[in-house]
């Protein structure tokens, strides 16, 4: 009898099994998925306030028995007065090692440890933020850590004294990889030496720096009236609530305005700019532009035009030429930002032999061309376009990002409506938008060409291809600079 029903099974099993292959495409591509579908998180519905009229996005996710809040303020190394250069990113690394209340930094430590919590701080640019990760049955308790360390931050002078130290360590690396020099200068030539985004930190700046301008700068940004709350994970809402009005909701109102984001009006001057760096054998380069804020009027255009010339895949036309075809780069790219607050720039960058840095950027130049003068294929618009639409969602993959990126919205001052509207803005680019964007944008006379490396092997240029550095227009040096003073080195 037995036999008999295993026997019954496994003919079942075989006729299952040819049923299902029978729905197999014998290819891949003839593989059929459904529909992707998305909606973007109503940020209304996620939103409240605190009596004192703090906003917070709040969503729940019992997944596991966890609770993240997090703080953003506004403002940042904007607002770093001169002399006190490095401020922000100082006082964002000693803030929540430095001890809090009545607490050293090593008590602090030992607590936030025996609670098995995560408490992070980080000053930025234009904000900054500090957030606790905890097991929710121990939320209370760790918020009173939390509400010292954002209201009575001790930055122990140990403590403080190490961060100073870190950072000044990191500035002695400043001309040992030709990236950082890269990025330092291409800063300046984009934006103009005055520029809040160029004054960089020295030593004497660093040095001037004390435990008390890091209070300071803490307790004028941690106010009612500049902040917006993310929390996710293990709560009831109305429970938060309390606990929140009774914390965050408590403290001192902002005592002014906080100043307005300076904004660029530095004009570039086109040119080759070189800078000298000859103990290495690769140059690297970067050609471009100043950039466009968020909402332009020929963002999206923009953006999947940059994509179709730059981007980060290998259907790129810079990747395929430029790395697969020509071999001269292991990478080459094209990025095209869109910020909230201040203009982005438009970047192509590569690093290459010396010999072959002149022969990439030629072969950049009329890709870029190309991109002007010439439509896009519907294969290459097609593909670009669903790299954003179906990665979208990646944004919203969990409470955290979702929450996170409504807060941020609000401290920057962009639209949620604007993530509702992304993928039909990007779907309703077209071949004309892109060529007529990138004619009218992006026009190779108005950019700039640095070039950081051994420029003696680089002016040479290759001896089977005829471009040179000097193809691309008047070459001009620009110094290296102290790493402690930022300060030229005479040659």
Same mark, same amino acid.
């Given at each position: ?292 804020? *968020? ?6 255009? +923009? !953006? &999947? /035009? @940059? ?5 980060? =895949? ?127 944008? *992006? ?6 060409? +640095? !070039? &950081? /490396? @051994? ?5 040479? =240029? ?30």
């Amino acid at each position: 009898m037995r036999r008999a029903t295993s026997l019954i099974v496994f003919f079942a099993l075989i006729a299952t099994s040819a049923a299902f292959a029978a729905d197999i495409p014998d290819r891949p591509e003839k593989l059929e998925y459904p529909e992707l579908t998305f909606d973007v998180p109503d940020a209304d519905a996620l939103r409240f306030e605190l009596e004192d009229g703090t906003p917070v996005y709040a969503k729940q996710d019992k997944q596991f028995p966890l609770i993240n809040i997090t703080v953003y303020f506004r403002g940042g190394n904007y607002l770093v007065p001169p002399g006190k250069e490095g401020l922000a990113g100082i006082t964002g690394a000693a803030w929540r090692s430095g001890g809090a209340g009545e607490r050293t930094a090593q008590e602090l430590d030992e607590e936030l440890d025996f609670l098995a919590a995560n408490l992070g701080t980080n000053i930025g640019e234009v904000s900054g933020s500090a957030s606790l990760n905890v097991l929710s049955k121990d939320l209370e308790e760790a918020m009173a850590i939390f509400m010292d360390v954002l209201t009575e931050p001790r930055f122990q002078q140990d403590r403080f004294d190490k961060a100073k130290e870190n950072r000044l360590q990191a500035m002695k690396q400043r001309n040992d990889d030709t990236a950082d020099i890269e990025a330092r200068e291409w800063n300046r030539l984009i934006f103009g030496d005055g520029y809040w985004q160029n004054r960089l930190a020295t030593k004497a700046s660093v040095d001037a720096i004390t435990a008390s301008d890091s209070k300071e700068f803490v307790k004028s940004l941690v106010r009612s009236g500049n902040l917006v709350v993310a929390v996710a994970g293990d709560f009831e809402t109305a429970e938060l609530e309390v606990l929140l009005n009774k914390t965050i909701g408590s403290l001192e109102p902002l005592a002014e305005p906080l100043p307005a984001i300076p904004q660029p009006d530095h004009t570039p001057e086109p040119g080759v700019y070189v800078i000298n760096k000859p103990d290495v054998n690769q140059g690297r380069v970067s050609i471009g532009r100043p950039g466009f804020r *968020l909402g332009y009027v020929d963002q999206f255009p +923009l !953006v &999947v /035009g @940059n994509d179709i010339l730059g981007g980060y =895949g290998f259907t790129a036309r810079m990747m395929k030429r430029i790395r697969s075809d020509e071999g001269l780069a292991y990478s080459a790219y094209a990025s095209l930002g869109v910020p909230v607050t201040i203009p982005g720039e438009f970047r192509a960058f590569y690093q290459s032999k010396s010999s072959t840095c002149a022969y990439a950027a030629e072969i950049f130049f009329r890709l870029l061309d190309d991109m002007r003068t010439t439509a896009a294929t519907e294969e290459e618009i097609r593909t670009t376009k669903a790299s954003f639409i179906d990665t979208f969602p990646n944004q919203f993959a969990s409470a955290a990002q979702v929450v996170g990126l409504y807060a941020v919205d609000e401290i920057l001052g962009r639209e949620h409506e604007y993530w509702v509207e992304y993928r039909d803005n990007v779907a309703a680019v077209n071949a004309e938008e892109i060529q007529k964007a990138m004619k009218k944008n *992006l026009d190779p006379e108005t950019m700039i060409m +640095l !070039v &950081v /490396g @051994n420029i003696e092997e680089i002016m040479k =240029g290759h001896p089977e291809h005829d471009a040179k550095l000097t193809d691309f227009g008047e070459i001009k040096h620009l110094p290296l600079r102290d790493p402690m003073t930022l300060e030229p080195i005479d040659d």
